[in-house]
């Protein structure tokens, strides 16, 4: 049973993170800049924001949905603000800079906090675990679904950031910066969405 939901789980992870967004597009970004490094610790930061709103809909902790829900406004003037300063950096950044500069936590804690900046994720993750979860399933199985969605998520963005890390020895110096000006255009596309949204 426990196997199972945890299978049931890396699926879901693996599926949610699949679809590429800004969290994917930094993801590519930052491994096309930096390298693996960057770029996997990018992926582990959603990863982790995944595993908190997996268990808080897992575990169905209606106190921290409802709170968050409430502020969801906020969050997402925040993220889309946030979305625009990254789009800023990586049109201006340099890649062969970017390689000779090690990785630093802020990888890891900037894709957290964009992640995390979308508390309507708990709602999906909240759906999804009732219909996996048996009625009157015990914590310990929403404990094995949460951990298998997390395996998942990291899994994919173990995969994406070592497909573009492989990818990205084929390629110019003088591709890489167009590359990286591409993203920071895309990137402000997704913050003009999030922030005009809000107006809506």
Do not use: C, H
Not at 104 to 133: M, Q
Request: aromatic share 12%.
């Amino acid at each position: 049973m426990n196997g199972a939901l945890l299978l049931q789980g890396l699926a879901i992870g693996f599926g949610i993170a699949v679809p590429v967004g800004p969290i994917g597009l930094l993801v590519i970004q930052r491994t096309l800049a930096g390298g693996f490094r960057p770029g996997f610790l990018s992926g582990l930061g959603a990863a982790a924001a995944d595993a908190v709103y997996g268990a808080i809909g897992g575990f169905g902790v209606g106190w921290a949905t409802a709170l968050l829900l409430d502020w969801q406004a906020g969050f997402r003037l925040a993220g889309g603000l946030f979305l625009a300063w990254l789009a800023w950096g990586a049109f201006r950044s340099r890649p062969a800079a970017e390689a000779a500069r090690p990785a630093r936590g802020g990888t890891f804690l900037s894709t957290f906090l964009l992640t995390i900046a979308n508390p309507a994720t708990i709602l999906s993750f909240a759906a999804i675990f009732g219909g996996v979860l048996p009625p009157g399933g015990s914590g310990a199985g929403a404990g094995w679904l949460v951990a298998g969605v997390a395996a998942g998520s990291i899994l994919w963005w173990l995969i994406l950031a070592g497909g573009t890390s492989l990818a990205r020895r084929r390629l110019p110096p003088g591709a890489m910066l167009w590359l990286n000006r591409a993203s920071g255009l895309i990137l402000a596309a997704f913050a003009a969405y999030a922030l005009v949204g809000l107006a809506l």
